[in-house]
């Protein structure tokens, strides 16, 4: 292995090289980071969340890995309504989503 260190999470999962000023470096540790960028890659894409990230402001994109994360892996836990299960109380009315839900 070739440069200063270990991949970030996300080069580590992809099992490629991580570049200095890797997108994902700042955001995806080496070990918690896989887990995390797993489940990213599995529900959005790693090129679609590379892109994501590439068009976020850099002092934005800290709070989108976290939240593009927590997304990913409530989709995982529940295919149909992912975060937005976590958004709407159990008792709200979800037949209108983008209406009741939000309010
Ligand atoms: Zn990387």
Redesign the pocket.
């Known amino acids: 292995m070739t440069g200063s260190g270990a ?2 999470g ?2 580590k999962f992809l099992r490629r090289k ?2 200095r000023g ?1 997108v ?2 700042p955001y ?1 540790c080496h070990e918690q980071g896989a887990a995390h960028f797993a489940a990213i890659h599995k529900v959005f894409g790693a090129s679609n969340v590379s892109k994501l990230l590439a068009y976020i402001p850099v002092a934005d994109r800290c709070e989108a890995a976290l939240t593009i994360s927590y997304e990913a892996q409530a989709r995982l836990q529940d295919p149909v309504y992912g975060c937005v299960s976590h958004i709407c109380s159990p008792t709200a009315d979800c037949q209108s989503p983008g209406t009741a839900c939000f309010a």
């Open positions: 991949p970030c996300a080069c991580c570049v890797c994902f470096a995806f």
